[in-house]
């Protein structure tokens, strides 16, 4: 009973420890803290065919981003997206992107030539992204180790640039 | 990078390639103070069509689409505090009379009874302005504000309450003289 009462009170002060450093960070400009709150469902198929569920990745970070090919502010973040997931490649980080309402040939043509290197989740009739309730597109949240919504970036952001790098790091370093 | 300035979540390539090619002829409506940032542009309805014709949509949707008025609007909060975008404040008056607004729910109905495809609806809706927005510091924000298609002239006075409480001085911003395309 001491024990378990123990290991309840570590994981208590773990957890609010972490939250106190995540709320600590100096955000970048752009970025905004939320009130934290479940991230809604998120389960959809890559461009593999191969299921990505959310709710699996507790236990890290993860930078959920929405966009579409047809969108001028997408068009600009996304190779700097694929830039901060490559330098970030080594850590806890989980980068997840998610198409909004195109079909697959549309989203392999564009990523093709902007970014090949990424893999992104089709939202093919785009009701997952109406779920999340983005601002906009592009949209990206910062998804926390407990599976809640911690931090919304306004519109497009330079990812690759250092104060958003350092950004990223360190909440890859936080659990 | 401009990313920060240029990031209007629903700023289409159609907006950046023909309105802007054309706002040298036609110099579309511009006010900007140290609260805001605004331009509408009335969008013609060969541009609206090819927009979407490109993204697959039906020839019904398409039809529906070039019935309506178009105006685009960008805007960027300029200020350090919330700036509340919330259509329904907004006047849009047409010989004295207010003009009817094509609201979401207008489409959704509409493209219902097309069939239209889910994914379509998804796409038209994120090309929207959204109805209410509570705007941050330096947050941009843009969109299609849909209406009955007139000949007439109109004015569009844009309201905007600030404040996190909506306590703060009203802006009031006033285009006249504005006209869909035919």
């Not at chain 1, 970025?31 to 009130?35: F, G, Q, V």
């Not at chain 1, 700097?80 to 992107?97: D, G, H, P, R």
């Given at each position: 009973m001491?024990?378990?009462?123990?290991?309840?009170?570590?994981?208590?002060?773990?957890?609010?420890?972490?939250q106190a450093l995540a709320e600590s960070i100096r955000l970048p400009k752009g970025?905004?803290?939320?009130?934290p709150k479940p991230a809604p469902t998120l389960?959809?198929?890559?461009?593999?065919?191969?299921?990505?569920?959310?709710?699996?990745?507790?236990?890290?970070?993860?930078f959920v981003h929405f966009w579409a090919s047809w969108c001028v502010p997408c068009r600009r973040e996304i190779?700097?997206?694929?830039?901060?997931?490559?330098?970030?490649?080594?850590?806890?980080?989980?980068?997840?992107?998610i198409n909004t309402a195109e079909s697959e040939d549309t989203v392999f043509n564009f990523l093709g030539i902007v970014a090949p290197d990424l893999n992104p989740l089709l939202d093919e009739d785009g009701q997952v992204t109406e779920l999340w309730q983005s601002r906009g597109l592009p949209s990206t949240y910062l998804v926390d180790p407990q599976g809640q919504q911690r931090y919304l970036a306004l519109g497009g952001r330079p990812w690759d640039e250092t104060e958003y790098m350092e950004f990223l790091k360190r909440l890859a370093q936080l659990k | 990078m401009k990313l920060s300035t240029a990031s209007v979540g629903f700023l289409l390539m159609l907006f950046e390639s023909i309105a802007v090619g054309a706002e040298d002829k036609e110099a579309p409506f511009r006010y900007e103070d140290k609260n805001i940032k605004l331009r509408i542009i009335?969008?013609?309805?060969?541009?609206?069509?090819g927009f979407y014709e490109g993204r697959g949509f039906s020839k019904q949707a398409i039809e529906a689409i070039r019935k309506a008025c178009f105006i685009t609007v960008l805007m960027t909060n300029n200020s350090n505090k919330m700036i509340w975008l919330d259509i329904n404040r907004w006047r849009i008056v047409a010989n004295d009379k207010p003009l009817e607004r094509y609201k979401r729910d207008y489409w959704k109905a509409k493209f219902k009874e097309r069939n239209i495809p889910l994914a379509q609806q998804s796409t038209f809706g994120w090309t929207l302005l959204p109805e209410v927005r509570d705007?941050?510091?330096?947050?941009?924000?843009?969109?299609?504000?849909?209406?009955?298609?007139?000949?007439?002239?109109?004015?569009?006075?844009?309201?905007?309450?600030?404040?996190?409480?909506?306590?703060?001085?009203?802006?009031?911003?006033?285009?006249?003289?504005?006209?869909?395309?035919?």
């Open positions: 001491k024990r378990t009462c123990l290991f309840t009170l570590l994981l208590f002060i773990m957890f609010g420890f972490s970025i905004i803290t939320l009130t389960v959809l198929k890559n461009m593999d065919g191969e299921i990505f569920d959310l709710k699996k990745s507790r236990g890290h970070w993860v190779p700097t997206v694929e830039k901060a997931m490559v330098a970030l490649a080594n850590s806890s980080l989980e980068f997840v992107l | 009335a969008q013609a309805p060969e541009q609206m069509s705007l941050y510091p330096n947050e941009p924000v843009g969109g299609n504000v849909t209406m009955v298609k007139t000949k007439a002239s109109f004015t569009m006075e844009m309201r905007f309450q600030t404040g996190a409480n909506k306590d703060g001085k009203e802006i009031v911003v006033k285009f006249d003289e504005v006209q869909c395309k035919q």
